[in-house]
């Protein structure tokens, strides 16, 4: 028991720190994980969750997906689910992973890998949801995402919902390679149609591997990756995934020098070398290097009586890692002539099921070259990067999270026809989002119709006219504003941030049907983001604005800066090498903004809650009081976040005392320039 006292120490203070998302970070993209908990956190509300990872289900700011779940008081972590190599990823390739209770959380560890591969009933009867994070390495034969479809497969029997949070695939999506598997040769390293090489994450894994097994599925998807990004250009620090790969180079080794189960043929030092007893080193290197294979030298290293090859990779964007073991594999063969396991009616070789296929074996049998090996697989290898399309996530363009990826309840899907080994069948698919522009969730209900649109009117020379307005929701506090509103008969423009949009798309829809108008004010928020530099700022305005149209089908018009036109916070974190005091980041995004022809709406009246969180209704009122005097249009600033209760307990007093001193109301319309600078 003593031995457990620090880890029950620790446990109980993670549990005492208050849930938060990530916080601000370096790093080039933000993971499904950091997404989760900043943007989409309603999906894990009120749930037992049941966690599918290990040592590599760490987010951006190198804090595991099991203490944010622990420190999160809106969620229940019931259970978790470690897949081969164990909860800490140090057990050895094909041991089995025992199940326990664990020590320090006091519930079960089941371990997935070994003789139970597949949640059984029993170990998915406390949860409601199947949450994973894992990190894959980008080969089909690494059984990460056997054991992801494996669960989601369970998931579907037993009723369960599975969200995954996407990682990167640390090769990149860019080069697709290798033998493709065939039904026969189906397996635990080999779950579905997939090259040896897929080019694809565990998200867009889980959206193929979907079609066939129609789970309830949500992917919370990266925000920030493109395509093309290998793992060294994210900015995560890598955790080694299993013992065996400890670092990037033995990723990028994987399918180099792993592909000769069951032959002479082996790698060494974290696959950083292949090759085999006897085999000579300076000849193998000869035809390597002869063959120009793209990103790669291949060195001659003896060790011991074996000799073989190390690899220097010296392009990491050109290197093709299951081409590269296919010539290597081809290439021994013909130096060395070895016997190629066979499969059998009764059992399937090891080399098959790593090759999907029986057909490579056969090939190296008959002495073919490298390159009429590749050769024989490309018919398959373009069907599959056809039927891979569908489920693509992410495109040239850094992505950014509009709203998860969801299939709810799709149709029963259709299996696969039993195909003959060389010609894999096509199963049906349901219709998923398009790559690169991925926010698609199903059962979406129509958007609402303004109850009254609204008619922009040129002021009488009489007459004054006040514009109210809320900045930063929505949140819980906006329905109270609007309850007022709608109990004083007045309209309003509210500027909306749009990480605030998911689960609050409701209120949005209100907003428009009951008359106000809708306005961006970025998506973060994050001064430190928007104010780097004018495509930092407009990229996030972009996101937000493209939020409020998705869940209101009304594209904003108008728009509000973070701090205001005339804040003097973006000096602070304008990017020095771009910017400095007399050419400033603001100047370039109001030349920009006006190029764009964006109307950007200031204030001239505030009720001060922007100050802070601890003030009080009769404060707001004497603040407006104080600064309405005569004016013909005052645009008055306030805030319908979260913490602002007080600013609607102000708000019945404020319409009584603007009505008292002659103003009407309207809403902000991008036509009444006249109103765009006013602070």
């Not at 008081?73 to 025992?98: C, I, N």
């Not at 303004?450 to 109210?468: F, G, M, R, V």
């Not at 509210?494 to 428009?512: N, Q, S």
């Given at each position: 028991?003593?031995?457990?006292?620090?880890?029950?120490?620790?446990?109980?203070?993670?549990?005492?720190?208050?849930?938060?998302?990530?916080?601000?970070?370096?790093?080039?993209i933000q993971l499904g994980s950091d997404v989760l908990f900043n943007q989409f956190h309603h999906l894990i509300e009120g749930k037992k969750v049941g966690l599918i990872t290990n040592q590599?289900?760490?987010?951006?700011?190198?804090?595991?997906?099991?203490?944010?779940?622990?420190?999160?008081?809106?969620?229940?972590?019931?259970?978790?689910?470690?897949?081969?190599?164990?909860?800490?990823?140090?057990?050895?390739?094909?041991?089995?992973?025992?199940?326990?209770?664990?020590?320090?959380?006091?519930?079960?560890?089941?371990?997935?890998?070994?003789?139970?591969?597949?949640?059984?009933?029993?170990?998915?009867?406390?949860?409601?949801?199947?949450?994973?994070?894992?990190?894959?390495?980008?080969?089909?034969?690494?059984?990460?995402?056997?054991?992801?479809?494996?669960?989601?497969?369970?998931?579907?029997?037993?009723?369960?919902?599975?969200?995954?949070?996407?990682?990167?695939?640390?090769?990149?999506?860019?080069?697709?390679?290798?033998?493709?598997?065939?039904?026969?040769?189906?397996?635990?390293?080999?779950?579905?149609?997939?090259?040896?090489?897929?080019?694809?994450?565990?998200?867009?894994?889980?959206?193929?591997?979907?079609?066939?097994?129609?789970?309830?599925?949500?992917?919370?998807?990266?925000?920030?990756?493109?395509?093309?990004?290998?793992?060294?250009?994210?900015?995560?620090?890598?955790?080694?995934?299993?013992?065996?790969?400890?670092?990037?180079?033995?990723?990028?080794?994987?399918?180099?020098?792993?592909?000769?189960?069951?032959?002479?043929?082996?790698?060494?030092?974290?696959?950083?070398?292949?090759?085999?007893?006897?085999?000579?080193?300076?000849?193998?290197?000869?035809?390597?290097?002869?063959?120009?294979?793209?990103?790669?030298?291949?060195?001659?290293?003896?060790?011991?009586?074996?000799?073989?090859?190390?690899?220097?990779?010296?392009?990491?964007?050109?290197?093709?890692?299951?081409?590269?073991?296919?010539?290597?594999?081809?290439?021994?063969?013909?130096?060395?002539?070895?016997?190629?396991?066979?499969?059998?009616?009764?059992?399937?070789?090891?080399?098959?099921?790593?090759?999907?296929?029986?057909?490579?074996?056969?090939?190296?049998?008959?002495?073919?070259?490298?390159?009429?090996?590749?050769?024989?697989?490309?018919?398959?290898?373009?069907?599959?990067?056809?039927?891979?399309?569908?489920?693509?996530?992410?495109?040239?363009?850094?992505?950014?999270?509009?709203?998860?990826?969801?299939?709810?309840?799709?149709?029963?899907?259709?299996?696969?026809?039993?195909?003959?080994?060389?010609?894999?069948?096509?199963?049906?698919?349901?219709?998923?989002?398009k790559p690169g522009n991925n926010n698609g969730t199903t059962n979406q209900t129509k958007n609402p119709e303004p109850a009254t649109k609204p008619i922009p009117q040129t002021p009488k020379?009489?007459?004054?006219?006040?514009?109210?307005?809320?900045?930063?929701?929505?949140?819980?506090?906006?329905?109270?504003?609007?309850?007022?509103?709608?109990?004083?008969?007045?309209?309003?423009?509210?500027?909306?941030?749009?990480?605030?949009?998911?689960?609050?798309?409701?209120?949005?829809?209100?907003?428009?049907?009951?008359?106000?108008?809708?306005?961006?004010?970025?998506?973060?928020?994050?001064?430190?983001?928007?104010?780097?530099?004018?495509?930092?700022?407009?990229?996030?305005?972009?996101?937000?604005?493209?939020?409020?149209?998705?869940?209101?089908?009304?594209?904003?018009?108008?728009?509000?800066?973070?701090?205001?036109?005339?804040?003097?916070?973006?000096?602070?974190?304008?990017?020095?090498?771009?910017?400095?005091?007399?050419?400033?980041?603001?100047?370039?995004?109001?030349?920009?903004?006006?190029?764009?022809?964006?109307?950007?709406?200031?204030?001239?009246?505030?009720?001060?809650?922007?100050?802070?969180?601890?003030?009080?209704?009769?404060?707001?009122?004497?603040?407006?009081?104080?600064?309405?005097?005569?004016?013909?249009?005052?645009?008055?600033?306030?805030?319908?976040?979260?913490?602002?209760?007080?600013?609607?307990?102000?708000?019945?007093?404020?319409?009584?005392?603007?009505?008292?001193?002659?103003?009407?109301?309207?809403?902000?319309?991008?036509?009444?320039?006249?109103?765009?600078?006013?602070?």
């Amino acid at each position: 028991m003593n031995k457990f006292l620090p880890f029950l120490i620790l446990a109980l203070i993670l549990t005492l720190i208050p849930p938060v998302g990530s916080s601000a970070n370096t790093t080039a993209i933000q993971l499904g994980s950091d997404v989760l908990f900043n943007q989409f956190h309603h999906l894990i509300e009120g749930k037992k969750v049941g966690l599918i990872t290990n040592q590599t289900g760490l987010n951006s700011q190198m804090v595991s997906t099991i203490d944010m779940l622990r420190r999160d008081r809106s969620v229940h972590l019931t259970a978790l689910y470690a897949p081969e190599h164990g909860l800490d990823g140090k057990t050895v390739a094909g041991k089995q992973v025992t199940s326990f209770v664990h020590p320090v959380y006091a519930i079960p560890v089941y371990g997935l890998s070994g003789s139970t591969r597949k949640p059984t009933p029993e170990m998915l009867k406390d949860i409601d949801i199947f949450l994973v994070d894992l990190q894959d390495i980008g080969s089909r034969t690494y059984t990460y995402i056997s054991t992801l479809q494996y669960a989601m497969t369970a998931a579907k029997e037993q009723g369960k919902e599975v969200i995954v949070l996407d990682r990167p695939n640390p090769l990149g999506g860019a080069i697709v390679e290798g033998p493709v598997v065939e039904l026969p040769y189906r397996s635990f390293f080999g779950v579905d149609t997939l090259p040896l090489a897929h080019g694809m994450t565990i998200g867009e894994l889980a959206l193929f591997f979907n079609r066939t097994i129609g789970v309830d599925l949500t992917v919370v998807p990266m925000q920030g990756y493109t395509r093309n990004m290998i793992y060294q250009q994210t900015g995560l620090a890598w955790i080694p995934s299993s013992p065996h790969i400890p670092s990037l180079t033995s990723v990028f080794g994987y399918m180099a020098t792993g592909l000769g189960e069951g032959t002479p043929i082996r790698q060494g030092d974290h696959f950083t070398w292949i090759g085999a007893e006897g085999l000579d080193s300076h000849k193998y290197a000869d035809l390597l290097n002869g063959s120009l294979l793209p990103g790669v030298i291949f060195i001659p290293e003896n060790k011991g009586t074996a000799g073989g090859v190390r690899l220097q990779i010296n392009d990491l964007h050109q290197f093709n890692p299951a081409k590269t073991g296919i010539y290597a594999l081809a290439y021994a063969k013909q130096l060395q002539p070895f016997p190629v396991p066979k499969s059998t009616s009764k059992q399937i070789a090891m080399f098959d099921k790593v090759m999907g296929t029986n057909k490579i074996g056969l090939l190296l049998e008959q002495g073919k070259s490298p390159q009429e090996i590749v050769s024989s697989y490309q018919a398959d290898l373009k069907k599959f990067v056809e039927l891979r399309q569908k489920y693509l996530i992410y495109g040239d363009e850094p992505f950014i999270p509009m709203q998860p990826i969801q299939q709810k309840h799709p149709e029963q899907p259709k299996q696969p026809v039993q195909p003959k080994p060389s010609k894999p069948g096509k199963p049906e698919t349901p219709t998923p989002p398009k790559p690169g522009n991925n926010n698609g969730t199903t059962n979406q209900t129509k958007n609402p119709e303004p109850a009254t649109k609204p008619i922009p009117q040129t002021p009488k020379s009489s007459e004054k006219i006040a514009y109210l307005t809320f900045d930063d929701g929505p949140s819980s506090v906006t329905p109270r504003v609007l309850d007022t509103l709608k109990a004083h008969q007045v309209k309003a423009t509210f500027f909306i941030v749009g990480r605030e949009v998911a689960g609050h798309e409701a209120i949005l829809k209100r907003i428009v049907a009951e008359g106000h108008a809708l306005g961006g004010h970025s998506y973060s928020h994050n001064y430190q983001l928007v104010y780097k530099n004018m495509e930092s700022f407009f990229a996030d305005l972009e996101k937000g604005s493209q939020m409020i149209e998705k869940a209101t089908g009304v594209k904003p018009a108008v728009f509000r800066y973070p701090g205001g036109s005339t804040n003097t916070v973006s000096l602070k974190y304008q990017d020095p090498k771009r910017y400095n005091k007399q050419h400033t980041v603001m100047q370039a995004i109001k030349a920009e903004a006006k190029q764009r022809g964006y109307t950007f709406i200031d204030w001239n009246v505030t009720n001060g809650d922007a100050r802070s969180n601890k003030y009080t209704a009769a404060q707001t009122l004497a603040n407006i009081k104080q600064q309405v005097k005569s004016q013909k249009e005052i645009v008055v600033l306030m805030h319908d976040s979260s913490t602002k209760s007080p600013t609607v307990e102000a708000l019945p007093e404020i319409i009584s005392y603007l009505k008292e001193k002659g103003y009407r109301f309207e809403v902000i319309q991008a036509d009444r320039p006249t109103v765009s600078n006013v602070k």
